[in-house]
């Protein structure tokens, strides 16, 4: 497949490995939820060797802690099997924003951290979605602290100048130092 820039895509999964006789794969999605797939319509996968493929999605179903795609095109086992550990993507244009103070993870994720005091603290270099609600993983050096997600600590969100502000909301930098 060709035509398709990297920054037109927006990693939403991996698939694990084959289900089934009739080409079904198991996949661990990164989306929030199964819509983000089903309203994205088609997906892109690019196995580890290869080319990339486009498909469109003829079902997505909940299977314990993963889901199973159905794909068009792949209708086999041995298919299937073609794409073991595949990355999956979608096209950005594809998802839409949520509520208006809402940011996607690949947004966040390279923004510089610093205090409301203009102290710089860190990079965020992951998210790590926890339930309540997310917790960025700060990284400065060796030094790396877990930042919570919320509207208490996380004051402004700058995405046009890449910056966060937070604020050390009772000795938060100090006690939960990875």
Same mark, same amino acid.
């Given at each position: ?43 892109? *996968?690019?196995?580890? /060797? $290869? ?7 003829? !079902? ?5 802690? %993963?889901? @199973? ?18 990355? *999956?993507?979608?096209? /950005? $244009? ?7 103070? !809402? ?5 966040? %994720?390279? @923004? ?67």
């Amino acid at each position: 497949m060709n035509g398709v820039s990297p920054d037109n895509l927006l990693l939403v999964g991996k698939i694990i490995r084959p289900h089934g006789l009739e080409g079904c794969l198991r996949i661990l999605s990164y989306a929030e939820s199964e819509k983000t797939f089903l309203d994205a319509g088609t997906v892109i *996968i690019r196995p580890e /060797k $290869g080319d990339t493929y486009e498909h469109k999605i003829i !079902s997505l179903k909940p299977h314990h802690r %993963i889901f @199973l795609l159905k794909l068009e095109g792949v209708d086999t086992p041995d298919a299937a099997e073609a794409y073991r550990d595949a990355a *999956i993507f979608i096209h /950005k $244009g594809s998802v839409s924003r949520g509520e208006e103070a !809402s940011f996607f993870w690949y947004e966040l %994720i390279g @923004l510089s951290v610093y205090l409301d005091t203009g102290e710089y603290v860190g990079t965020i270099r992951h998210i790590l979605p926890t339930g309540s609600n997310d917790v960025y993983l700060v990284k400065r050096g060796r030094t790396e602290l877990l930042v919570p997600a919320i509207h208490d600590v996380v004051k402004e969100i700058d995405l046009k100048h890449q910056e966060m502000i937070i604020t050390n909301m009772g000795g938060l930098l100090d006690l939960n130092e990875v």
